[in-house]
């Protein structure tokens, strides 16, 4: 005969099921937000949720949880008795993108030299410096992974937990950005360049002077977003004009 299961079985599958539901949802939430990261989706794209779902072997209902967080999240946009579209592309998108970050960063970078410590300091700089033969070897990939890491990490220095998640969110909007940006010879070598004079403010602890910095760094002009907007549309749609 069967053994009945007891009170105490009951709530704790229950919670097991609970616990492999929402699993799930940050299992597709991640898949789905590196697509729109890398515009698999693209600009004012209408979302098929259907197909979706199929493709990442779930239900539509993680898939349609994971779109509403995009939203909020300024991936995808919703629109009633429509569904869900993805992000547009435009050159005043990418340049608001970059002024935003530019002036967390700038911020950041003023309450990181009051914050931070020497050792902390010598941390975040000896990161960086690690991939000081990327420059040579012309991994643009691999030193935009780097250059994320080290802005994220001068942020972190902030102690601001504000600051932080707000980049996040940003550097993952403009990561597309960044790898075409940085496919550039030129602008990696600006890069480096750059980041050295910053590292150098930052172990002065001249708040004034890192910030502008990296303010000047981290602006696009208007001709620049409308070059990395164009060359990014050219990814997407193979055969436009970059």
């Not at 030129?186 to 303010?215: F, K, V, W």
């Amino acid at each position: 005969m069967a053994r009945k299961r007891s009170r105490e079985e009951k709530p704790i599958q229950a919670r097991t099921r609970a616990v492999r539901a929402a699993d799930s949802v940050e299992r597709v939430y991640a898949r789905i937000k590196d697509f729109a990261i890398d515009y698999r989706f693209r600009p004012g794209e209408r979302i098929n949720e259907v197909e979706l779902a199929a493709e990442l072997a779930v239900s539509r209902t993680p898939v349609r949880a994971a779109l509403n967080r995009l939203e909020r999240d300024g991936f995808v946009a919703s629109v009633p008795n429509k569904g869900f579209f993805a992000r547009g592309l435009t050159p005043e998108a990418v340049r608001d993108l970059y002024e935003l970050r530019a002036a967390i960063e700038r911020a950041a970078f003023v309450l990181a030299c009051e914050r931070a410590t020497d050792a902390e300091i010598e941390t975040t700089a000896k990161a960086w410096t690690k991939h000081s033969s990327l420059k040579n070897e012309g991994s643009w990939a691999k030193i935009a992974v780097a250059d994320e890491s080290f802005h994220m990490a001068l942020t972190q220095l902030s102690r601001n937990a504000q600051m932080i998640a707000a980049l996040e969110g940003l550097c993952a909007r403009i990561r597309f950005f960044r790898r075409i940006d940085l496919e550039s010879a030129p602008r990696r070598e600006r890069t480096y360049r750059e980041h050295d004079a910053i590292i150098d403010a930052l172990r002065r602890r001249d708040a004034a002077g890192g910030a502008s910095l990296l303010e000047k760094h981290i602006t696009l002009s208007s001709a620049h977003a409308i070059e990395v907007a164009a060359r990014g549309l050219a990814r997407i749609f193979p055969g436009t004009a970059a």
